[in-house]
């Protein structure tokens, strides 16, 4: 089961070099979900691109479904936030990130991101994980 951030479902949603080196990990059949913040955090990331004028609208709205179309299922955010908190705290990172975390550490999956920090908090606390670095 592999967890997949924003970040990481932005270089797949791309289709760059490490977007389809993502795409080749992921095993026939192996689920992607995410903590459901997700869709607004892509919803964001799209309109970023918007407004620093890297895509057209029609491209950001592609962009943002293609990043949605990765994702097989999602997991309530509440149902992680007071474990997300907590690590939150503990590693001094933001909460929505740790939801990433917690929710690849619950399943046992592999979280994809290219968050550098994100990643070594991760491997601190014995949640496997792959980004750029592991390429």
Known sequence: MIVLDANAAVAMAQGGEAGQALRMLVGNGEAIIAPRCFVTEMGNVAWKYIRIGGLSEEEGIELFQNALDLIDGYADDESLLLEALHEAA????????????????????????????????????????LGAASL
């Open 90 to 129: 503990r590693n001094n990172h933001p909460v929505y990130d740790m939801l990433y975390l917690v929710l690849a550490r619950r399943n046992a999956a592999t979280l994809f991101t290219f968050d550098k920090k994100l990643r070594a908090i991760c491997e601190a606390n014995g949640v496997n994980c």
